[in-house]
């Protein structure tokens, strides 16, 4: 079973002791937020505008996923070739190399179609692409769009990769604005972002407390929470944790 740092510290200040693997904890994480932006995007407005004929294949798209995914891959591409913003899954696939090969041009191609056609979630898709091969500038034009619309994903993304490409002090303060308005409106991955930053001091020492309740709060449900009884101990090991960096 793998473990990693942050994983171990999380349940260090969490006091809790658990058999799960990280990959599971950062999968029901991951899976979480992707659900909320989906439902906090333009999903159902694109359904709804889709031709009927579009809208029965992608259903039997998403029922065939687990069972046959290449016979869903080949349902999601006739309808993007039918114009729906079914184009962000064809992207998808491009893009992690789920049932065929992975290939950043026509991964690119279909995200990019897929945001000329409406979908808010592909520019997400896009921007995590340019991200992963290089393509800073063009990731963070992408995302800053998306900022300019109030998309919330795109607040949080922006934060995100940024943080992932220069990891200090510096760039946490000036990430804090985008997580702040990500997590006020509800965003999983931007609340556990922003409590894990203050709970390991990196918004000064008097932000930690927070932190520490806020990493309680916004853990992945299938985790257990700490009683109150360790919140005392929780609090010193999480300030002593910081004071040492």
């Not at 800053?144 to 940024?162: I, K, M, S, T």
């Amino acid at each position: 079973m793998s473990t990693c740092t942050i994983c171990a510290k999380l349940r260090r200040w969490l006091g809790m002791e658990s058999k799960l693997s990280c990959e599971t904890l950062w999968a029901a994480h991951w899976n979480r937020s992707n659900a909320w932006e989906r439902a906090n995007s333009n999903q159902d407005e694109l359904w709804w505008s889709d031709s009927g004929r579009n809208r029965a294949l992608i259903e039997e798209a998403r029922t065939h996923l687990d069972a046959d995914p290449e016979a869903a891959f080949r349902m999601f591409l006739e309808a993007a070739e039918a114009g729906s913003a079914a184009m962000e899954a064809v992207g998808w696939h491009y893009d992690t190399g789920t049932v065929v090969a992975a290939d950043f041009d026509r991964a690119a191609d279909y995200y990019h179609r897929a945001i000329g056609a409406g979908s808010w979630m592909a520019t997400i898709g896009y921007a995590r692409l340019l991200a992963e091969h290089g393509h800073f500038d063009a990731c963070e034009n992408v995302l800053r769009d998306g900022v300019r619309l109030d998309f919330v994903p795109a607040y949080f993304w922006l934060a995100w990769l940024r943080s992932e490409r220069a990891p200090t002090r510096a760039t946490c303060r000036e990430i804090r604005p985008l997580l702040d308005h990500a997590a006020e409106q509800g965003h999983p991955g931007a609340m556990l972002t922003l409590a894990r930053l203050m709970a390991k001091g990196r918004f000064g020492i008097l932000a930690i407390p927070r932190g520490l309740r806020l990493l309680r709060e916004t853990m992945p449900p299938i985790l257990p929470r700490p009683d109150a009884a360790s919140a005392d101990s929780l609090k010193g090991r999480a300030l002593k944790a910081a004071a040492q960096e």
